[in-house]
């Protein structure tokens, strides 16, 4: 049972072998026992604990935190039960635990962890599950690793993942419940800020595509600033912080200033936006690999200067291309020059992982006029390959 005991009244009615068995226990946790019975085991008389040797009365519970009947007789444990409930203290029955107001559990321990299991009340069952977590545990199959708040003073580029505030990663959520300060971005999951208190700094670094709130240099400065000020400082990034994200800047302005930093991965949207779609990125007998570019420079540009379009142009893999939607004409035109036949299947993910999702599938001469005739804009990922169509 999970109760603190120590220097408390607790009354055992019996002393038969179940009786010795939870005296040991209560021995243990440092109670205050009484154990009450007409004849009294040995086993039972141990330190610390008062034996009176005679039937059982109802005013034996007064004072009294929890009450234990363990007689052979269900008359008397019964009338034990009645007794602790009549005084608002808990009782366990030996003989029929559902008769009781509390239970005890099968218990398994390690190290500072205690996990009580209650099977049904079958108890079989409870310590067969009992040992299988004993087991578990041993062998350290079981997430026993100690929860504790990073240190102040450090700074956790968290990736976000795509929008949607439940696909933050278990660990990065955990992070920003436990920040002190938030700088977020505009496309981190913002809907996660709603539910921090008061007293969390956030500091917004832009709220719109070209105009932005915060240079880069400002936010390396404000990050390393306030964890330097003993703060648990939280980069809530959209996605994946090392991918497109200038995560690894951040990182290294940290490191220069002797400032703590870790990082914790995303789900990025150049997974992400493709998957809510309902494309997948690879698929047997259609494409074995995908390439993730930026398309935020002119695709005239030399190769040594951005992005290999020729090169990707006369692969047959999957193409995913992130900030593309200013020069997605030019894009499609590069690819279709270099050798993708102008009929391979394209796609528009607009604001994938929010209520405003949007998708727009046409072939690859199509898709940046099929784009802006839907009124698709930033943020969104194209898709370029025979796995477009695949499911659709
Ligand atoms: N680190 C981010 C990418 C940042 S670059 C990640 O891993 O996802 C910003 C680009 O990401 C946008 O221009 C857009 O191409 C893409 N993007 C981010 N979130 C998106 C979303 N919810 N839907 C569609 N595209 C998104």
């Known amino acids: 049972m ?17 009786a010795t068995r939870r005296v040991r226990g209560l021995v243990d946790a440092h109670a205050d026992i009484v154990v009450i019975a007409p004849e009294v085991d040995d086993a039972v008389r ?3 604990v008062t034996v009176h040797e005679r039937p059982f009365a109802a005013r034996d519970l007064d004072g009294a935190w929890l009450a234990v009947a363990c007689t052979d007789d269900p008359g008397v444990n019964a009338a034990v039960s009645d007794a602790a409930a009549a005084r608002r203290v808990f009782c366990v029955r030996a003989d029929n635990a559902g008769e009781g107001s509390a239970r005890t559990p099968a218990v398994a321990r390690h190290g500072d962890v205690t996990i009580a299991v209650n099977g049904g009340d079958d108890p079989a069952r409870t310590r067969a ?3 299988a977590i004993s087991a578990a545990l041993a062998a350290g199959d079981l997430p026993l690793r100690a929860h504790r708040r ?8 968290v990736g976000g993942g795509p929008g949607d505030p439940e696909l933050i990663t278990v660990l990065g959520q955990r992070l920003v419940s436990d920040a002190d300060v938030v700088v977020v971005d505009r496309l981190a999951p913002r809907q996660l800020l709603d539910a921090l208190p008061d007293s969390v700094e956030v500091i917004d670094c832009g709220k719109s595509a070209h105009r932005h709130n915060l240079t880069q240099s400002e936010i390396n400065d404000v990050l390393v600033d306030r964890a330097l000020a003993g703060k648990r400082v939280v980069r809530l990034k959209g996605g994946d912080p090392f991918v497109f994200g200038r995560g690894g800047e951040e990182w290294l302005a940290c490191l220069a200033a002797g400032v703590p930093v870790t990082v914790v991965p995303g789900i990025s949207s150049a997974l992400a936006a493709p998957a809510l779609a309902g494309i997948p990125l690879t698929h047997r ?73 949007q998708v727009v599938r046409a072939r690859l001469d199509g898709i940046a006029a099929a784009a802006r005739e839907a009124g698709l804009s930033a943020p969104a990922v194209v898709v370029v390959g025979a796995v477009v169509d695949v499911l659709a």
């Open 2 to 18: 999970l109760l603190d005991v120590t220097g408390r009244r607790v009354v055992v009615v019996g002393a038969g072998r179940v």
């Open 46 to 48: 141990l330190a610390g």
């Open 129 to 131: 599950l009992r040992d």
């Open 150 to 157: 990073p240190a102040a003073g450090s700074v956790a580029l």
């Open 285 to 357: 007998g259609l494409a074995a690999d995908f390439t993730v570019v930026s398309g935020h420079l002119d695709p005239g540009r030399p190769a040594d200067q951005g992005v290999d379009w020729p090169g990707l142009a006369v692969n047959a893999g999957t193409l995913v291309i992130l900030m593309a939607m200013d020069r997605l004409h030019l894009i499609a035109d590069a690819l279709i020059e270099h050798g993708r036949p102008a009929s391979t299947p394209a796609a528009v993910v607009h604001r994938a992982a929010s209520e405003h999702q």
